[in-house]
């Protein structure tokens, strides 16, 4: 790797910067190629990074993941992964219509308030023509005034129908929608399991050696999965191939090199 | 919580993707009173203000991935005729097994199957 910070330029495998009183932060974005003030020239970093890319005093790390995104970095393959493969491009050829009821519920509900005040209406007008005539008087303002309204209730009605028709097409059509959506959701979690299983069988797989580069770095407490979270967090790296260099700004090597060399990778010490 | 004999009016909401799912259950952690039950990618609410209320954040949420039902309790003596719920208990007490309800229903004059799936309750 090629590093450039403060004007000076370091070059090799294992950088040693503890005395240049730098963040990890600018140091990681020039790996990852991002705008810093600390320029790296090396490759691109690949997922094991986002596990054990910086490895601080206070480490944390959820091992089973690491340990599956290290055996995939030396090129190892889960027997679930080509059913994982052919799920997601199923997955990926669904796209749901959207199909959105709420412009016809809101018809439908206006229509039947409608439908309601003319019924209302149509009463009041009915008991007033029942009143005129039982008291003798004319009646034909009256009389058309209820035809008037009985029409316009006919109408309502007729609105109210066909709102109501509207709204159940709507929602068959709305019912395959949610058929692709229940289908979506069932291969998302059949693929999450299956993911879930193949970093366990890869996790598997490098147990041995993990458990073996616990031991055998220096310092911390524990072994294997038991072990402490940065010496978890160093055995991975040793274990896994990173493409890119990793950032170190724990205390258990005595200088970059030998962090280098003991962990088999390219490092940057802080 | 509520037992079975639930007698008032619920919402049942449905979830149709993995963040309504999620949206849900975070739903029912902080508002248990209003949860009548939880089925993981659905629940009934109390049919409150408050439970309309929750249904319809998910659905502002989650648009197009949130179903919202009101339900009623199911009265079958109100609701169903007393030919089809004879049908039902007969079936179950029938001898043998293997019988199917169609079969069953055309040796003992029983509603078709048919007939009941063309007749709304």
């Known amino acids: ?270 | 919580m509520y037992g079975d004999a639930c007698n008032t009016p619920v919402l049942l909401v449905v979830a149709y993707s993995a963040a309504a799912r999620n949206s849900l259950r975070n739903v029912r952690r902080s508002h248990e009173d209003c949860v009548v039950r939880w089925f993981g990618r659905a629940a009934l609410l109390e049919a409150t203000e408050l439970g309309a209320f929750l249904a319809l954040r998910l659905r502002e949420k989650h648009p197009g991935d949130v179903g919202i039902e009101r339900t009623r309790p199911f009265n079958e003596f109100e609701s169903v005729p007393e030919a089809v719920r004879e049908a039902a208990v007969a079936y179950e007490q029938r001898d043998s097994d293997s019988v199917p309800y169609a079969a069953f229903a055309a040796g003992r004059d029983h509603p078709a199957p048919e007939e009941m799936a063309d007749s709304e309750l």
């Open chain 1, 1 to 270: 790797m090629r590093l450039r910070a403060d004007g000076v330029a370091r070059e090799g495998s294992a950088v040693e910067l503890s005395e240049a009183g730098l963040d990890a932060e600018p140091v990681l974005r020039g790996i990852r190629g991002e705008p810093s003030p600390v320029e790296v020239d090396c490759p691109d970093p690949g997922p094991l990074h986002e596990f054990v890319g910086h490895v601080p005093p206070d480490a944390s790390l959820r091992t089973r993941a690491a340990l599956a995104a290290a055996a995939r970095s030396r090129g190892v393959e889960s027997a679930r992964d080509p059913e994982v493969r052919r799920l997601r491009d199923r997955l990926a050829a669904i796209d749901p219509d959207r199909v959105d009821t709420r412009e016809h519920r809101r018809r439908l509900a206006e229509a039947g308030e409608t439908v309601e005040r003319l019924r209302e209406r149509v009463a009041r007008l009915q008991g007033r023509l029942r009143s005129r005539r039982e008291a003798g008087e004319d009646t034909e303002a009256a009389e058309e005034a209820l035809a008037e309204a009985a029409r316009e209730l006919s109408e309502a009605e007729t609105e109210r129908a066909a709102a109501e028709q509207a709204l159940e097409r709507a929602r068959r059509r709305r019912r395959a929608a949610r058929d692709a959506r229940e289908e979506r959701l069932r291969l998302q979690d059949r693929i999450d399991n299956l993911r879930r299983a193949a970093r366990a069988e890869l996790a598997g797989r490098l147990a041995d050696e993990f458990r073996a580069a616990t031991r055998a770095l220096p310092g911390g407490e524990g072994i294997g999965t038991d072990a402490d979270p940065v010496t978890r967090a160093l055995a991975t790296v040793r274990v896994g191939e990173p493409s890119a260099p990793v950032v170190l700004s724990c205390r258990r090597f005595a200088g970059a090199g030998a962090a280098a060399e003991a962990l088999s990778a390219k490092v940057v010490r802080l």
